[in-house]
Every structure is written in C-alpha cells, then in structure tokens.
C-alpha cells in the first residue's frame, strides 16, 4: 500500500523561501510521475508542477519563477521549494502520484493528507 | 492555457441523480478524472479516464466525455456524497495539469 507523507515547516515568514518534502513508502518513486498540488483556504485545487523519476519537470506558469520540484531516489522522496513566498501562498499543500503505467495523461490515484503552510511574520 | 470550467454548487435532494459538469474547449479529446473532496481530507480520485471507477468506488459513480463537456454523474444520492467535485485533465498542447474550479455538491 503506498502511502506519501508531506513534511513542512507550518509557519514561514514573507519573502523567505518554503521547502517541504513528500516520503514515499510502499513503493519505489522511480516508476511515475508525481506532483504537486495546493489548496488556499476555502479555494480550489491548483496544480504546482509534477516530476518524472528521471528528472523532467514542468511547472505552473504562475509558480515558474519561484519552484523547484525535485526527487532524491536514495531516500525515496520528493522535494518541493518556493522562494519569495506571499501571503497568498498560504495553503494545504499535497503531494500525490500518477496512477502507474498511465505516463502523465493518468489520474492522481495516491495522495498525501497534506501539510498546512501559513505564510505570516 | 486551457480552461476548465465548473458549475460552484449543485443541489440533489437523496435518491435523486446528480450531475456534475466539467466543461472544455473540445474535452471530448482528453483524459478526463474526478475527484471527490470531503471537508479535511484529501481529494480521493473517483472517476478516471472518463468513466472508470477506481477499485472500492460504489458504482453509481459514473462519467462520461464528449465534445466539449465531461459529466460526474452520481445515481441515487446519499447523504454521504455531500463533498467538493474537481475535474482534471492534462493538456497537452502546454503539458500543463489543470484542474476545474470545483463543485460543491450539496444533499437537500
């Protein structure tokens, strides 16, 4: 059973910049695309960007500018910064895995329980 | 970039059928998935490539893809599917993800 888990630092502060890491258990993260997706309080879900086990990536032309996605093989995980954050970058933050063999056209089939990130001094 | 555009709320009062529609420039040609959002959870996928159901997804879960609307369907509504519907398709002109503004689905 895979299962991902986000991790973050809660409370990040204007102007600094936002890493969170997304572990992967019950499979090996060099099968899929992975992405990443957020959620504002009360909002809708937007997509941030997804990555392939062999290092492709591909952003949200709002977020371009700002996000790195990443993939440590060696420890499973999946890595995510956001630099410059705004208030407006407050929100649950997901991680979730396109359904195998599908490439990134599949559907979202796993996903984390999310990690709320206020941005606040 | 592509658009997808959703109603925000819909109503259906129990036993009924809901219908949730996701619209796109020519959707009938893409891939089309939904999730189900309950308030505190993750989204959970419920429909995928159009109109497949996930293993542990009641059947009365159903969709459908043509020219430029994608539809949730959801037969005999319970109180339990009270929840947040998200369309999701990739573009692939941009290789973008996009996802629909969202549904809230509520039972009368």
């Known amino acids: 059973q895979v299962q991902l888990q986000e991790s973050g630092p809660g409370l990040v502060k204007p102007s600094e910049t936002l890493s969170l890491t997304c572990a992967v258990s019950?499979?090996?993260?060099?099968?899929?695309?992975w992405t990443w997706v957020r959620q504002p309080p009360g909002q809708g879900l937007e997509w941030m960007g997804y990555?392939?086990?062999?290092?492709?990536?591909n952003y949200n032309p709002s977020l371009r500018s700002r996000l790195t996605i990443s993939a440590d093989t060696s420890k499973n995980q999946l890595s995510l910064t956001l630099k410059s954050v705004t208030t407006g970058d407050t929100a649950i933050y997901y991680c979730?895995?396109?359904?195998?063999?599908?490439?990134?056209?599949?559907?979202?089939?796993?996903w984390g329980l999310g990690t709320t990130v206020t941005v606040s001094s | 970039s592509y658009v997808l555009t959703q109603p925000p709320s819909v109503s259906v009062a129990p036993g009924q059928t809901a219908r949730i529609p996701c619209g796109g420039n020519n959707i009938g040609s893409k891939n089309v998935h939904w999730y189900q959002q309950e308030p505190g959870q993750p989204p959970l996928l419920v429909i995928y490539?159009?109109?497949n159901r996930p293993s542990g997804i009641p059947d009365r879960f159903s969709g459908s893809n043509s020219g430029n609307t994608a539809t949730l369907t959801i037969s005999r509504v319970e109180a339990g599917d009270e929840a947040d519907y998200y369309c999701h398709v990739w573009d692939s002109s941009s290789d973008h993800v996009v996802f629909g503004g969202g549904t809230k689905l509520t039972v009368l």
């Open positions: 019950g499979d090996s993260i060099s099968k899929t695309y």
């Open positions: 979730a895995r396109v359904a195998l063999g599908s490439g990134i056209v599949g559907g979202l089939d796993v």
């Open positions: 490539y159009d109109s």
């Open positions: 990555i392939h086990f062999s290092g492709s990536t």
